[in-house]
């Protein structure tokens, strides 16, 4: 396959700063960076998604909070052997 370029107009400038602090953090180029994120978002690639919009939550519950959460979700590990035989 034979690699083709492109120009991409107006970008806004927030946007370019953007993928210039990314590129900068993984140190790869700008233009690498916009690849990436063509392939994934077109499904080219099986990369592992990585998540932390929940990372400040992580480890601050107290004993008693997962104590309730224990018990107020119990329920869920039965198995209804009506539904499955």
């Known amino acids: 396959m034979s690699a083709s370029n492109f120009n991409l107009r107006g970008v ?5 700063d953007s993928l210039k602090q990314e590129a ?3 140190h ?3 233009n ?6 063509i392939q994934k978002g077109l499904g080219f690639t099986h990369e592992k998604t990585e998540h932390h919009d929940l990372d400040d939550l992580a ?6 909070d997962a104590k309730d959460f224990e018990k107020n ?3 869920f ?3 209804d052997k ?4």
Request: no cysteine; glycine share 4%; proline share 3%.
């Open 12 to 16: 806004p400038k927030e946007f370019m």
């Open 24 to 26: 900068k953090k993984l």
């Open 28 to 30: 790869i180029s700008v």
């Open 32 to 37: 690498t960076l916009i690849l990436r994120m």
């Open 59 to 64: 480890g601050t519950w107290s004993d008693s």
């Open 73 to 75: 979700t119990e329920y």
């Open 77 to 79: 590990e039965k198995i």
């Open 82 to 85: 009506e539904l499955w035989s």
